[in-house]
């Protein structure tokens, strides 16, 4: 009995190291502010995304994608920890983070670490990178990204300098490893959000004679290579990788700009009277300046062109990182066996309802792209190359990664795993996706429609099947009264109680 016992040990511990290898790996790409400018969702007839797009032909594309809540901070919260904000209490960029307020909680990563795989991340992935990949992976590397190729340091007003910010004439030379100096911004407009601040202006754009490699974008994609050329001593790996462009400053490498050269950019379409159908309310949410500027400035200072070029040259920056990633997962020897995810944290808006930035109910904000891509070795059982247009959350990514990967997921998960869908994208779920912005403020997406509701009880309704651009706010209309009346019942009573935290 003892020699049988034995024997059975030894195939247990054979096997073990093999069964560890074929559990799929993880590679989880954010890309901060993207919206659909990528070619492969046809959001913009200039942008250039070719990496993003052959992702897309490999993988299923979720077309009718959202964030669960539009700012960094809680959009980030709600996928690492899969639960919403009424349960973390992260509801706005001003919330206290994650962490802060549950340390202990098993965010994605390590609940992939608790089944035994190697963890690593880099870049913004949380709201608080540094800090929170520190607690994250097992292995982690942060750098300058938001300000880069200038440092922190640099982007400071000096005491004489201040002063101009809040002008029309603003002005803060700054000069990178002894060239000729830059003055900043380079759009040269007043800041609308922090002229009495003395950090840097955030709501700039334009390019600047710096390599590739100066960018922190690009430091953090050689990280990630050197990580996968060096290997996870046989484990399977979750590795996470957070890109910080197209957030703002809209600062890129020249040559990204170049072939906008006497060339004449596709502004965003707007209604001259668009906002006349809303509550004095969702006026404020489009015209205050929370996370960007105000469209007023932008076109006062005739930089509506200029901030579109520099944002899909961002976004093709950006695409150039993800391209190197990819090339090199598939160089190695994890490109067969590895679930790709890309996803951005919120869309954002370039002068949609004369609004900038994120922070918003509307499709513009809340819009996403969404590619998940398994495993090549697993193809037969998914439809890759396969486009959905069924509504579908950034809650859900938790729940779908966890059953990909057999990896048990904590007990509380909002979301709904995504991998039926990945195997038949055309299937019926009749949902209603869920984003919300601020305790009281919600917004559902079906199929075709959207619904808004404001704390103040104001309400909006978009048939986007044939208003795409939500100019019309059916919420008035008699006829409507129906469908109105199903969206009110489905709001969770969560979303729109204040909750004590």
Not at 76 to 81: C, D
Not at 173 to 193: A, T
Not at 438 to 464: C, F, H, K, M, Q
Not at 470 to 476: I, R, S
Request: charged content about 25%; glycine content about 8%; proline content about 8%.
């Amino acid at each position: 009995m003892r020699v049988l016992l034995y024997v059975a040990l030894a195939v247990l511990l054979v096997r073990a190291p093999a069964a560890a290898a074929d559990r799929p790996n993880v590679l989880f790409v954010a890309v901060d502010d993207l919206n659909d400018w990528i070619g492969c969702l046809d959001g913009h007839p200039q942008a250039h995304t070719p990496n993003m797009d052959r992702l897309a032909r490999r993988g299923i594309l979720f077309t009718n994608a959202h964030c669960a809540s539009p700012a960094c901070n809680p959009s980030r919260a709600i996928v690492f920890s899969g639960q919403m904000p009424w349960k973390t209490g992260v509801w706005s960029n001003d919330s206290r983070k994650l962490f802060q307020q549950h340390p202990d909680i098993q965010v994605l990563p390590r609940a992939f670490g608790d089944a035994g795989y190697a963890t690593l991340g880099t870049g913004k992935l949380m709201h608080s990178s540094g800090n929170a990949n520190r607690r994250m992976f097992d292995r982690h590397f942060n750098t300058e990204q938001r300000w880069s190729p200038f440092t922190r340091q640099q982007v400071r007003y000096t005491p004489a300098e201040l002063p101009s910010k809040g002008t029309d004439s603003p002005r803060h030379v700054v000069r990178i490893d002894g060239r000729e100096p830059v003055v900043l911004p380079l759009n040269g407009m007043p800041s609308d959000r922090n002229p009495q601040t003395p950090t840097g202006e955030s709501f700039d754009w334009g390019p600047l004679d710096v390599s590739d490699a100066e960018m922190g974008d690009t430091k953090i994609t050689d990280w990630a290579i050197e990580q996968l050329e060096a290997g996870f001593d046989g484990k399977p790996f979750f590795l996470g990788v957070g890109y910080y462009r197209p957030h703002i400053p809209l600062y890129a490498p020249a040559p990204y700009f170049e072939r906008f050269d006497g060339v004449e950019v596709q502004l965003p379409p707007i209604a001259k009277n668009d906002l006349a159908d809303l509550s004095d309310t969702a006026r404020r949410w489009a015209l205050e300046p929370i996370t960007a500027g105000r469209h007023s400035t932008v076109v006062q200072h005739g930089q509506w062109q200029e901030a579109v070029k520099a944002y899909l040259a961002c976004t093709t920056f950006v695409d150039h990182q993800v391209g190197r990633l990819l090339d090199a997962l598939d160089a190695g020897r994890f490109g067969d066996n590895t679930v790709i995810v890309l996803w951005s944290d919120h869309g954002w808006h370039l002068g949609e309802k004369q609004h900038w930035g994120k922070w918003t109910g509307w499709e513009r904000s809340t819009r996403v792209p969404l590619i998940v891509v398994p495993p090549r070795r697993q193809a037969s059982e998914f439809a890759g190359g396969a486009r959905c247009d069924r509504p579908v959350s950034l809650v859900d990514l938790y729940p779908t990664l966890a059953q990909l990967c057999g990896v048990d997921p904590p007990q509380g998960l909002d979301g709904h795993s995504l991998v039926p869908l990945l195997r038949e994208p055309s299937r019926t779920t009749d949902r209603n996706v869920v984003t919300v912005f601020d305790p009281g403020n919600v917004t559902l997406r079906s199929d075709s429609w959207r619904y808004i509701r404001y704390a103040d009880g104001s309400e909006e309704l978009y048939d986007l099947s044939q208003d795409p651009h939500e100019w019309n706010n059916l919420a008035g209309e008699p006829r409507r009264r129906d469908i109105l009346q199903s969206f009110r019942r489905a709001v969770p009573p969560q979303a729109i109680q204040q909750t004590d935290r």
